[in-house]
């Protein structure tokens, strides 16, 4: 047989990579909402009272440009926690996660589903604002949360010299990147927001390119300390160059821009499509990947030209019902509707 025969031979006979149902993980969504338009959570009590899953959930279908009905029912839920005088109306005791839950609904209300509603993006925009941690609430540059945004029920003013902290006070590069996104969605991050963002991306940047997720935390930044220092991953990388890119502006393009290139780098040279990368603490090992299906559809958002088999690895972890679900529980991507909604939401980010 000629070189080229036994080629042609060999690429016939691979078998075709498995694709993911999408169409299957959006009816397993639209099936799990609930009539005035929520989606809760069967799994966790934090996510029960529809203000977590239902914006998240939303987002994934927009991406995906799928069940226009379940969407307006979503915005129509939505509704219900902005006032007539343009104001968040939180629910008692607060939302769970805050950022997350007006970032996400201001980018929905971004989105052409979210046309005629200026109040409602007005009142989400000035919830952000109200909660970036910057000289308006008592945060010097000096100090190592200057700049983001963290996951305070409250609103995260600095406590008095040796005063007490509310828990999750400090800013963190999740809620800092989804505060940053839909800000730049809405025309509302100005130069100055942006520039106060930069202060505390430069703080999670490692030399190696990569990007940890809090200061000071050995635990929350998931794959822990080594020699004294928070190692970089994945999840947090790609949510960093992401971030970094959202602030590129001003005098400080070409700053960005090198910081950039390296954490590409990081995620280029660490990447393989089943495993979220990162050096790991031994300690941390058995949670590797724990925050895999966020990790793809940041990645996927990203660096869409650089993710070669991610698509077949999320088609093979595909459930017979159209859902995904993570077997680790740490960060609750064993909730089938949080682990379905970033699936899908990478698998649009790559489509």
Same mark, same amino acid.
């Given at each position: ?181 839909? /800000?730049?969605? *809405?025309?509302?991050?100005?130069? #100055?927001?942006?520039? +106060? !963002? %930069? &202060?505390?991306?430069? @703080? ?94 940041? /990645?996927?958002? *990203?660096?869409?030209?650089?993710? #070669?088999?991610?698509? +077949? !690895? %999320? &088609?093979?972890?595909? @459930? ?32």
């Amino acid at each position: 047989m000629s070189p080229c025969l036994a080629l042609l031979a060999l690429v016939v006979a691979q078998p075709p990579a498995p694709r993911a149902d999408t169409a299957a993980a959006v009816t397993f969504l639209v099936k799990h909402q609930s009539p005035d338009g929520a989606w809760r959570s069967d799994v966790y009590a934090a996510f029960k009272d529809g203000t977590a899953l239902t914006p998240l959930v939303l987002g994934a279908l927009q991406d995906a440009d799928a069940a226009p009905a379940a969407r307006a029912k979503a915005l129509a839920f939505l509704d219900t926690f902005v006032t007539p005088a343009g104001e968040v109306r939180e629910p008692a005791g607060g939302f769970d996660y805050p950022v997350y839950t007006a970032a996400l609904a201001l980018k929905a209300l971004c989105h052409a589903d979210g046309a005629g509603r200026p109040a409602a993006k007005a009142a989400w925009v000035k919830y952000l604002l109200d909660r970036q941690l910057t000289r308006d609430l008592g945060w010097e540059p000096t100090d190592p949360h200057y700049g983001g945004w963290g996951y305070s029920r409250g609103v995260p003013k600095k406590p008095e010299p040796n005063g007490f902290a509310p828990p999750l006070t400090e800013s963190n590069l999740s809620a800092t990147l989804f505060a940053l996104e839909a /800000l730049h969605a *809405a025309g509302a991050l100005t130069d #100055a927001r942006a520039e +106060a !963002a %930069l &202060a505390f991306l430069r @703080r999670c940047q490692n030399e190696d390119g990569g990007f940890h997720f809090v200061h000071a935390d050995p635990v929350r930044n998931k794959a822990g300390l080594i020699g004294g220092v928070a190692a970089s991953y994945g999840s947090a990388t790609a949510d960093g160059l992401r971030a970094l890119r959202l602030c590129r502006r001003g005098g400080h393009v070409e700053e960005i821009d090198r910081r950039a290139m390296r954490a590409a780098g990081w995620l280029r040279t660490g990447f393989r499509a089943d495993t979220h990368p990162g050096r790991y603490a031994p300690a941390m090992e058995g949670n590797r990947n724990a925050v895999y299906f966020y990790y793809a559809a940041s /990645l996927a958002k *990203a660096l869409p030209d650089a993710t #070669a088999g991610l698509t +077949a !690895a %999320l &088609a093979r972890q595909q @459930r017979p019902d159209g859902s995904w679900a993570n077997a680790i529980e740490l960060v609750r991507e064993n909730d089938p509707l949080v682990a379905t909604s970033q699936a899908l939401a990478a698998l649009a980010a790559l489509r």
